[in-house]
């Protein structure tokens, strides 16, 4: 399979999306809503949750179901809002000390007027500072694509894991060729050229895990995330972020 | 000569200026007014059109030469240049060509100077390095700058200049987002104050990252800020931009920069700030 194929797989349609590995993997889902600055955005959807009976607040970018839903939904693009209410959302967490769980699907942050006059780069230059800092574990999961900083703002995690089938880039294929070698028409090539399937993060040391995409996939998530948030969770605060502090580091 | 040639030799018909350009006439038009410079004019006025204010781009090494006291400026890890880490096709050739246009190693420029007598440590991203872009060695540049000024308790002033994250180093640029953000929150944590002042263009994962999360946020006029680009945005939205759009102004407008300053006050307005954040005058600071 080319990387290029992995990227139509990562896109296709019937894909599953973020609220469908939150209601597989976790019980009694509650979502919260809301920025507190200036609106909702559907694009990314958030809340508490019971994983074994332990609360952990879960963050996903959501693309949408039917037609309607996806428009919505933006697509899964998320606006600077989306990003702040994640942001809200794990402040929270940390305030109670649970686990946060983040759901990465989006071509990439909102490439729109709106999302430039509320400060688009700010928002994520936010998240991105505060997760570094943020004092309770974090664990990031590709589900399917992941779309440079507007994916990044929730993956600076204590790990990040990669579905098989899940891409993960600096800029899309297309966006590559057309400025590479102004030639849309090459996106295969740089779909090579990128290094962006799944296999190559776990090559270069992006993510610790390579989830395979077979029916045990959700079981084999919540399996991981029941044995590894508690260990995180029994980790001393500074031994915990300087080793996230370390992670990143390592770059 | 100007001591501009100090640093090293003139790159472009801009940077010879002197007697000899005077003599040619060679002039340079503004991009925005079109009005013709003559070089030597344009040079003492700090590289600004002196009809409409236009703040033509400039390398690092002008900047610091006009921001930071005669000689104190220390270069940092300046032996440090990018490697092809992916193969990626045209990149070596690309890094070779952006040498030869900048005359430096690579895309950032890093130090501790001082400014009206103050400690600090400074960044100045380059324009004429692949547009300032962002790839492991730029990262890791400004980090260890970062953790240098954390250590010795510096603040760290930072001029960014960047088309965004280097498409090159695929997935590696993007990490140098979270690895800066790292050593950054951490000299914030400490207590040490970051001023960053965004030049022309400042855009991508540079906006998205360490241009934004000054604890000032200047920016010099008319400069291009923003997370996408014009096109990009036109492209989705399907639309013209309004005029203006992701200006300096257009920032300052929407809550998005602390405040505008022209090239030629930067150098008092840094040194007050520095002041008003505990920095005194390395004179002083000996007694």
Known sequence: ?251 | MNLMGLFRSPQNELEKGGKEAEDQGIRNSCPKCGVQLPITDLQENLNVCSACGYHFRIGPRERIFFVCDEGSFQELDGELMSRDLLDFPGYDQKLRNAKLASREKEGVLCGTARIEGLDCAVFCMDPNFMMGSMGTIVGEKITRLFEHATQCSLPVVGFTVSGGARMQEGILSLMQMAKTSAALKKHSDAGNFYLTVLTDPTLGGITASFAMDGDVIMAEPGATIGFAGARVIEQTIRKKLPQGFQTAEFLLEHGFVDLIVPRSEQKQAIAYLLRLHGQSPREEAAQ
């Not at chain 1, 955005?41 to 949408?64: H, N």
């Open chain 1, 1 to 251: 399979m080319s990387a290029y194929d992995k990227v139509l797989l990562a896109r296709a349609k019937d894909r599953p999306t973020g609220l469908s590995y939150i209601n597989n993997i976790f019980s009694s889902f509650l979502e919260l809503h809301g920025d507190r600055r200036f609106a909702d955005d559907p694009a990314i959807v958030g809340g508490l949750a019971t994983l074994d009976g332990m609360p952990v607040t879960v963050i996903a970018m959501e693309k949408g179901s039917d037609m309607k839903d996806k428009v919505r939904r933006n697509f899964g693009a998320p606006n600077p809002e989306g990003y702040r209410k994640a942001l809200r959302l794990m402040k929270q967490a940390e305030k109670f000390h649970r686990p946060v769980v983040c759901f990465v699907d989006t071509s990439g942050a909102y490439c729109g007027l709106g999302a430039e006059e509320r400060g688009q780069g700010q928002a994520i230059a936010e998240n991105l500072m505060e997760m570094i800092g943020l004092k309770t574990p974090i664990v990031s999961i590709l589900i399917g694509e992941g779309g440079s900083g507007g994916a990044l703002a929730l993956a600076v995690a204590d790990q990040v894991w990669i579905l098989e089938n899940a891409v993960y880039s600096v800029i899309s294929p297309e966006g590559c060729a057309s400025i590479l070698w102004k030639d849309p028409k090459r996106v295969k090539d740089a779909a090579d050229c990128l290094r962006l399937t799944a296999q190559d993060m776990e090559e270069l040391g992006v993510v610790e895990k390579v989830i395979p995409e077979d029916e045990a996939c959700c079981g084999q998530i919540k399996e991981s995330l029941s044995e590894l948030l508690p260990q995180l969770l029994a980790l001393p605060q500074d031994e915990l972020l300087a080793k996230r502090y370390q992670r990143f580091r390592a770059f």
